[in-house]
């Protein structure tokens, strides 16, 4: 499967983005979703991941509360909306697709990933 991330940008503190990944062909359901960042300069972490039916969300504890992780199985688009947004926020943000059902969190034990796209806070 093929992902596409989009959406990102810069807003003020406390400012909203919605993201989006539009993944190509039609085995999308089959996989479960995660949202990854990337600071400059730091490792590529964990933000949310969703189930392949979208019942099952899963948050960072940075951002419980503020973010939220959906999915469109019938438009193959993951999305994921960010409330309250901090300058803690800033990174380049990455979906990817995961084929196994088992909760993941680390980068490696995903298959699939888009291209990134930056979301900048200022404070």
């Known amino acids: 499967v093929q992902l596409q991330a989009s959406g990102g940008g810069s807003v003020q503190a406390g400012g909203s983005l919605r993201l989006s990944c539009a993944a190509s062909g039609r085995t999308f359901s089959q996989y479960a979703m995660g949202w990854f960042r990337q600071a400059p300069g730091k490792e590529r972490d964990f933000v949310a991941r969703?189930?392949?039916?979208?019942?099952?969300?899963y948050y960072a504890g940075s951002v419980k509360g503020r973010f939220t992780i959906s999915r469109d199985n019938a438009k193959n688009t993951a999305y994921l909306q960010m409330n309250s947004l901090q300058s803690e926020d800033t990174a380049v943000y990455y979906c990817a697709a995961d084929k196994t059902p088992v909760l993941h969190k680390l980068p490696r034990d995903y298959d699939f990933w888009g291209q990134g796209t930056q979301v900048t806070v200022s404070s």
């Open positions: 969703i189930s392949r039916s979208g019942v099952i969300t």
